[in-house]
């Protein structure tokens, strides 16, 4: 059963191909013809060496296909594989076959499923790439699926981890599964494009212990379980791992099985961490579906900090996606404070900018009187637009502009309770302020830790109340300093600010 979908029904069962016929996608697949079907290479990993390129492919270009009676329009599709290559976004797939099978007019559109275990209630920054390359899929023309892990959520997933994850009861699972809902369904659904979005849960709720052994353990090997990455780092490990985790690869393995028979989802992707896992997958439809080469796996190399370390939800500062937990305007900083040797990679992965743009942009950082911080802004205004939309992007600009000192933005009071959420907050009351040196306010305020640095600092200019440089060191606050009799705002500094109340 779809959680939600944005398409018909009739869509999702039936594909036309360029001819009056309508095959099923698993049909399509085995129609495609294949050089390379042993199964001992088909589950080779192919390691994609060639990054990179600037070449730029049209989206969608309709050409005409003839038939023996009639002229149909059949769809030339940009070959996705190549632009997620190009862009740096390509580390692996099952087959180098999916590469002519997803441009191919002849061929239905592929149904493309990421999943994501709802361990958090909200998705982060580096779960954002699979939205990025399923987001791909749908500009080239095929339907991206997500999938959220109600079931695989309750055992936890060992890719990755050094330890078993802790148990989530079942309201913490259902507020993450609705928070994550949401994300995806604001962003897939963003360009009118096709999506459908699963639970696992549905499927899984109803198997017995018996069937599963029964369905799904029979055709798994334990010799290739126990030769995934992901278990034998934990063997190696002090705590060991548990039966529960090591069922972990079938649970997925055989969500693949279950999407490719019952809804034709026939490429499963991932960051390069969920490999052993898709090809569990892969390895289960080629032995209880008896198909070859119905279904294929790519992977995606993790995003990475420049420190090496990956983006997630275990490390410190996790960059949220959902607005309640990180508002546009922290999340539009973020992208606006990333180094200049991390900005062009962000560019090429996480945003839709063409190459050519993005080689503008590159050319431009090199040149004498380039301003400081333009391809940031430039990132900032992609990826926040993309993941916050137009009017979360518009909240960000805002948030940003009122905040610089200096800035002509005239600041009202519904602005700074906006912006109150993202800085420092006090309470004084109004004999602490009004008719009070800035001096003192600021440090009452918490902006100084002394008065003498206070004085310094407004000696040198470099304090602002309400975006206004202060030019007299011996300034108080005046009643009209007070935006509508309900507080202000002083900052010395791009990042030292704060709102003042008054109570
Ligand atoms: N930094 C990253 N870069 C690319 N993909 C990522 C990254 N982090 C997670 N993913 C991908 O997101 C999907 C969901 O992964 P997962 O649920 O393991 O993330 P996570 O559990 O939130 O990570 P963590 O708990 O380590 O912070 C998987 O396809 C995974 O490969
Ligand atoms: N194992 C993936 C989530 C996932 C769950 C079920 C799937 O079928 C696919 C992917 C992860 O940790 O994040």
């Known amino acids: 059963m779809a959680y939600t979908t944005g398409m018909t029904l009739a869509s ?3 594909i036309p191909i360029c001819s009056k016929t309508f095959l099923s996608p698993l049909r399509v697949a085995s129609l495609l013809s294949f050089p390379e079907k042993s199964s001992t290479t088909f589950f080779r990993r192919h390691q994609i060496h060639h990054l ?79 939205i990025i390359v399923l987001s791909w899929f749908q500009r080239c023309g095929h339907q991206a699926v997500g999938l ?15 330890l078993e994850r802790p148990e989530l009861d079942a309201l913490t699972l259902e507020k ?58 934990r063997l190696e490990s002090e705590q060991g791992m548990s039966y529960t985790e090591f069922s972990y690869q079938l649970l997925q393995g055989y969500d693949f099985v279950h999407l490719l028979d019952k809804e034709g989802v026939n490429v499963q992707i991932g960051g390069s961490d969920q490999w052993g896992n898709i ?9 209880i579906l008896q198909t070859e080469e119905a279904a294929y796996g790519l992977t995606f190399p993790l995003l990475l900090k420049n420190d090496g370390t990956k983006f997630g939800k275990s490390e410190d500062g ?52 380039y301003v400081p911080n333009s391809a940031q802004m430039k990132l900032a205004e992609e990826v926040t637009r993309f993941v916050h939309g137009e009017e979360g992007l518009k909240e960000a600009v805002k948030a940003t502009e009122a905040l610089r000192p200096g800035a002509e933005t005239k600041l009202d009071w519904n602005l700074i309770e906006r912006i109150a959420e993202d800085i420092p907050t006090c309470s004084l009351p109004i004999d602490r302020v009004s008719g009070v040196s800035i001096v003192d306010v600021s440090v009452s305020a918490g902006l100084f830790e002394s008065k003498s640095a206070a004085r310094r600092t407004l000696k040198q200019g470099g304090v602002y109340m309400n975006n206004e440089r202060v030019d007299n060191e011996n300034k108080r606050v005046e009643e009209e300093d007070i935006v509508e009799g309900k507080g202000l705002v002083l900052s010395s500094g791009k990042k030292n600010k704060v709102v003042i109340r008054i109570s």
């Open 148 to 162: 959220i892990g109600g079931a695989t959520g309750r055992v936890g997933d060992p890719s990755g981890k050094s």
């Open 279 to 287: 090809t569990a997958g892969t390895d289960l439809i080629r032995k």
């Open 12 to 14: 999702r069962s039936l």
């Open 176 to 233: 993450n599964i609705a928070g994550i809902k949401n994300i995806l369904v604001k962003i897939l659904g963003g360009n009118a494009s096709s999506y459908v979005i699963f639970n696992n849960y549905d499927w899984w709720k109803d198997m017995t212990m018996l069937d599963f052994l029964k369905k799904v353990g029979r055709f798994a090997r334990v010799g290739v379980m126990m030769a995934k990455e992901s278990v034998k780092k």
């Open 318 to 369: 996790a960059i949220w996606l959902s607005p309640s937990m990180l508002s546009p305007y922290k999340f539009y900083q973020y992208f606006f404070s990333v180094p200049d040797v991390d900005v062009i990679r962000f560019l090429k992965t996480l945003t839709f900018l063409s190459l050519d743009e993005i080689k503008i942009v590159e050319d431009e950082m090199r040149r004498p009187g």
């Open 52 to 130: 990179f390129s600037t070449s730029t492919t049209p989206l969608f270009s309709p050409v005409k296909c003839s038939t023996l009676e009639t002229e149909v329009q059949a769809v030339s599709r940009p070959n996705v594989v190549d632009i997620l290559q190009e862009r740096g976004l390509l580390e692996s797939v099952t087959s180098e076959n999916l590469r002519s099978a997803c441009s191919d007019p002849n061929v239905a559109p592929l149904k493309v499923y990421c999943g994501f275990d709802p361990t958090a209630e909200s998705l982060h920054l580096g779960n954002l790439l699979g």
